[in-house]
């Protein structure tokens, strides 16, 4: 029997799949609604520790409180008042809203994915979750066609997603991805765990979240405010984060590790991504079980980024081009 399997489940109304691990004791389950990661588990001494503070029923993944564990596409978090400006043209993605809020998070979250495939063998599972639902007339204020695809494989470096957009339409499009896991650590308390993020910058914000304008988003954090560097791994104590940190430094692998860990049982999580900004939330301001979690949000580029000349390049997919985002989380112990 193969260490790694998967099967399909049902979650209310929802259908799932359910990827397990039997060697390492993990299993993950994703639902179609969302493609949304509804829990993440690991086996430690007989214990099964819940990782993701995820949906806790049916209704509430309709329903989408605080975006838990939300596929963040084709963009990820806001956009200033809903409208921005692509190749000389204007777009508004809250027509006839005199007083707008910024819109945020994309569009998918309440979408019911395809199961495009599945696979388990002695080395991992996977299954892949597509959507074609991205098209002109879809969305208001977003005229373009986006085929994404996000497959989730479990192995035993822990959980991976890797997100694939291709523009189908006839133009360029602006488009990037985002993840927005919520992270717990059953027993113990926010204020202790200890968290380190592998940043040199801070994106500054207005009071909207919105990052300020050119250089300006930008601070060293020599420079910033010694609570919110997390450079070297310290208690969160209680400080409230609801920000994001750029300049990412890379491990020798390649990767970014964004790491949370629970001093009281040792278990640690390691938020992996390959670039990009890292947004870090304690969940201060969410409907429930405020401050029981804390949200490690991976992003290909940052917060209203179709609005910044800045991130032009790395939201531009020309017709026929197709762009992958990989992330992921692994855990540890001691």
């Not at 994309?106 to 979750?129: K, L, N, P, Q, Y």
């Not at 035993?156 to 189908?168: C, D, H, I, K, P």
Request: contains cysteine.
């Amino acid at each position: 029997m193969s260490a790694f399997s998967l099967e399909q489940a049902q979650w209310g109304t929802h259908d799932m799949i359910v990827l397990r691990d039997a060697k390492h004791g993990r299993c993950a389950r994703v639902a179609r609604r969302g493609a949304n990661l509804v829990s993440f588990e690991q086996l430690i001494d007989g214990v099964m520790h819940a990782l993701i503070d995820g949906y806790r029923d049916a209704e509430e993944l309709v329903r989408c409180p605080s975006s838990r564990s939300s596929i963040m596409a084709p963009f990820a978090n806001r956009i200033a008042e809903g409208r921005y400006t692509f190749d000389g043209t204007s777009y508004d993605m809250q027509p006839g809203v005199e007083t707008q809020r910024g819109i945020r998070h994309g569009f998918v979250r309440t979408v019911d994915f395809e199961i495009a495939g599945t696979h388990a063998d002695e080395h991992s599972a996977h299954v892949t979750f597509a959507t074609s639902c991205i098209r002109p007339g879809a969305f208001a204020g977003y005229p373009f066609a986006i085929d994404l695809a996000i497959t989730y494989t479990l192995d035993e470096q822990g959980l991976s997603l890797a997100v694939s957009m291709r523009n189908v339409g006839d133009a360029a499009a602006p488009c990037f991805f985002g993840w927005h896991p919520y992270f717990r650590f059953d027993g113990s308390e926010l204020d202790a765990w200890e968290l380190q993020v592998p940043a040199t910058q801070l994106v500054r914000t207005s009071a909207e979240l919105i990052p300020l304008s050119g250089a300006e988003a930008f601070q060293s954090l020599d420079q910033a405010a010694q609570a919110l560097d997390f450079r070297k791994a310290k208690p969160i104590g209680s400080t409230k984060i609801d920000h994001a940190y750029a300049d990412l430094v890379h491990d020798a692998d390649g990767r970014v590790r964004t790491r949370l860990r629970d001093p009281a049982s040792g278990l640690r999580i390691s938020m992996w991504q390959e670039h990009g900004v890292v947004l870090v939330f304690t969940a201060d301001t969410v409907s429930r079980d405020v401050r029981r979690s804390v949200a490690l949000e991976p992003m290909e580029s940052m917060s209203n980024a179709f609005n910044r000349s800045d991130c032009a390049d790395a939201i531009r997919l020309e017709p026929g081009a197709e762009r992958v985002f990989r992330c992921g989380v692994e855990i540890d112990w001691t």
